[in-house]
T-cell receptor, first 113, second 113 residues
């Protein structure tokens, strides 16, 4: 069964350092989402792509976060510089089309020291 | 602004019990609603998706209902098993094109053997 892949699974970094997360959606899925989940809360959308275009990045802290999906397939989320408050689980999801079931990857757990 | 609330925040039941998890949302203008399961430290697994025109969806021992006018959904789990122990999250999908899922904080379920 096709799955969403994410790497790394865990990342420990010091504040002010740069970190990057990678996501490979299910093949053929045009829509890709990055979420951030703080412990004990539900995920919150950071950015949504339709193919290579950003559809919604209203909740992305653009002074430090960036996301790209250059060829409309895999995607990278970057944080520079990382802050203590960025410690969270970063989840990637994909769907065949908008409004349909989203399939989530295993996530990347980030700890900023 | 759409808000999603899940009650209770935590639930502990003996094995074999039938149980109901509740989800309420403030804006009835939704496209659909999804229920997810999340195991500790893992990503989300989609359980059921209910379109706004539907009243319920069933998958095995799970049944989800939707009352859009009252802003409520329930997830019914029949004959609970220890393997059902996880956090259950509901998320509403809006009508607009960005389809930013709005999640509740989840109900943490423990099924005791």
């Amino acid at each position: 069964e096709a799955e969403v892949a994410q790497s790394p699974r865990y990342k420990i970094t010091e504040k002010s350092q740069a970190v990057a997360f990678w996501c490979d959606p299910i093949s053929g899925h045009a829509t890709l989402y990055w979420y951030r989940q703080i412990l004990g809360q539900g995920p919150e959308l950071l950015v949504q792509f339709q193919d290579e275009s950003v559809v919604d990045d209203s909740q992305l802290p653009k002074d430090r976060f960036s996301a790209e999906r250059l060829k409309g397939v895999d995607s990278t989320l970057k944080i520079q510089p990382a802050e203590l408050g960025d410690s969270a689980m970063y989840l990637c999801a994909s769907s065949l089309v908008v409004h349909e079931t989203q399939y989530f990857g295993p996530g990347t757990r980030l700890l900023v020291l | 602004k759409q808000e999603v609330t899940q009650i209770p925040a935590a639930l502990s039941v003996p094995e074999g019990e039938n149980l109901v998890l509740n989800c309420s949302f403030t804006d009835s203008a939704i496209y659909n609603l999804q229920w997810f399961r999340q195991d500790p430290g893992k990503g989300l697994t989609s359980l059921l998706l209910i379109q706004s025109s539907q009243r319920e969806q069933t998958s095995g021992r799970l049944n989800a209902s939707l009352d859009k006018s009252s802003g409520r959904s329930t997830l019914y789990i029949a004959a609970s098993q220890p393997g059902d122990s996880a956090t259950y999250l509901c998320a509403v999908g809006p009508m607009d094109s960005s389809y930013k899922l709005i999640f509740g904080s989840g109900t943490r379920l423990l099924v005791r053997p």
